[in-house]
């Protein structure tokens, strides 16, 4: 299943507009994987979350 996109090139720059997105399962690396063979893959965090309040930098793993 392909995503919907519009691609643009303004100059030397390419763009693309969205149309179109999946919502994937946290913490699910087959639904990750198959995405990320669709084309790019964009996440967010909830930076709210106490682990946030102590970070210092660094890899955060910690799991759900």
Do not use: C, W
Not at 22 to 38: F, T, V
Request: glycine letters at 8%; proline letters at 6%; zero cysteines.
């Amino acid at each position: 299943q392909a995503l919907k996109s519009i691609r643009r090139q303004v100059g030397e720059k390419e763009y693309y507009q969205l149309n179109d997105f999946l919502r994937l399962s946290p913490a699910s690396p087959h639904e990750l994987k198959y995405a990320l063979n669709i084309g790019p893959v964009i996440t967010a965090i909830m930076a709210s979350s106490p682990i946030f309040r102590s970070y210092g930098g660094g890899v955060i793993d910690d799991h759900i």
